[in-house]
């Protein structure tokens, strides 16, 4: 059902090995969080939110290799794929279910407006 999903623009806005913010505002207008959306070099479309679960570091200046990005702060390698923080350091980054559909990106719409990245994680670590 199209009324699920958000059309978020062009395929083309996003280059291969390029990441783009998109900010998620409340009802008061009130920035709630930043998404992330992944092009990487191999064609491959990832969101997830654009903060790191160690101390928020913003994922879209993280450097990507394959399906991970590595955060710019302290160098947590996250999986672009699942949010998992990867190797010895444990928690999750919410991630966005994302389709594309006739060179447009759609985004889940309850995943971008009910997810918060802050929401405690069993696996988090301070
Ligand atoms: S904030 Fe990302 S590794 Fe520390």
Redo the contacts with the bound molecule.
């Keep these: 059902m199209i009324g699920d999903w958000l059309d978020i623009g062009p395929v083309g806005q996003i280059s291969p090995g390029i990441a783009r913010t998109l900010p998620v505002r409340g009802s008061d207008g009130k920035l709630v969080h930043e998404i992330t959306i992944f092009h990487t070099i191999d064609n491959h479309f990832y969101t997830l939110i654009n903060h ?6 913003p ?1 879209s200046q993280g450097i990507v290799h394959g399906a991970v990005v590595t ?6 390698n996250i999986s672009l794929k699942s949010g998992e923080a990867l190797g010895e ?1 444990k928690g999750c980054v919410p991630t966005i279910p994302l389709k594309v559909d006739a060179g447009r990106i759609y985004l889940l719409r309850y995943a971008v407006m009910g997810t918060h990245p802050r929401a405690p994680h069993p696996t988090d670590v301070d």
């Design positions: 790191c679960r160690h101390k928020a570091g994922l955060c710019p702060l302290h160098g947590w350091d």
